[in-house]
């Protein structure tokens, strides 16, 4: 178990990682005392083995995926300020790249909502789901009187947004949306105008604008089946996507390499907690497969369907666009 429990750690760490400095210094123990409980010469105490778990950010249960019906997960606790939201999209921008940087990645997205990676490339949409989380969901104080665009907004300049959606585009990934997927970000944008948050019509039409403009580049990776980075370049990653008729539920994510496999479910409207438990990762790639096999796929095949379905997905932002306009007219 010690052995399998040194293991777990290595695989969460970089080539760099020092195993035996970072145990004297956690365990403050001497060098020599460390590299004998690397080689299970020392057994490790339950003290020690917390403070390596709470060290590492590895769950106990991790040392024994035999108990089927108990999941342990992690989660990004998020506080309602603009330091914590910060300190949430650096985290992702790191476990995406901990994902490329893996031994053959891969992520199967469930996409309830459109994948939250796909904003960060575009500007406006980027600023305005920034502020409709902070404002809306974390309840932020700062953010109470905020309009967009926002009149302090220079805190945006530390959210790695480009690492964010540049890391999820080299990382091979098959994608699952409905009829229903751009349904939220609709109601979000639909509600801020008129809720008043919007400070303009054309602020309104810059969002929706990118909104459009994310659905087509989402569109011309499923064409070429290849995913591209924020300036529109090909990275050479797989794009695979599917349309799906039946209701997806959650937001649910099933990222994997040769070392690891990990599901991630979606909670509090763009968060996400994550496990490693072998039996529900294991439950969520058969229901994941199930799902895929009754969706349509689209990426280099099915040009028609997959024509008639991005472009639904414009004509709804489209209309909502003409709608407000006449009603300012």
Sequence with gaps: MQEQFFLILK??????????????????????????????????SLDETVKLCLHFQVPLEALNN??????????????????????????????LKYIQQSKNPKIIYAAEDIPVFHHFGFENLAKFKTLYWLKSILN???????KFPMEEDSF?????????????????????????????????????????????????KNVCN????????????????????????STGAN?????????????????????????FIGYNSFNFMNTQNSFFNQQNQTWLDNLISKSILMSGVAEKLRNQFFKAQIKKIEMLVDKIEKEES
């Design 66 to 95: 035999q108990i089927p019906d108990v999941v342990t997960f992690q989660f990004n606790k998020l506080a309602p300020s603009r330091e914590s939201f910060r300190d949430y999209i650096n985290h992702l921008a790191e476990q």
């Design 156 to 204: 945006l300049d530390e959210l790695n947004f480009a690492d964010v959606y540049n890391a999820y585009s080299k990382i091979p990934t098959t994608e699952v949306w409905t009829n229903e997927t751009i349904e939220s970000t609709l109601q979000q944008i639909r509600f801020y105008w008129e809720a008043g948050f919007f400070k303009d019509i054309i602020t309104f």
């Design 140 to 146: 932020a104080p700062e953010m109470r009187q905020q």
């Design 11 to 44: 695989r969460m760490q970089n080539e760099q990682f020092n195993m035996a400095q970072e145990l004297s210094e956690v365990l403050e123990i001497s060098m020599d005392s460390a590299y004998r409980r690397m080689r299970c010469e020392t057994p490790l």
């Design 239 to 263: 794009f695979t996507f599917y349309q799906c008729d039946l209701m997806i539920g959650n937001n649910t994510v099933l990222a994997s390499s040769e070392n690891f496999k990990t599901t």
């Design 210 to 233: 990118d909104l459009i403009a994310l659905i087509t580049k989402v569109q011309k990776q499923t064409e070429i089946n290849q995913k591209l980075d924020i300036s529109g370049a």
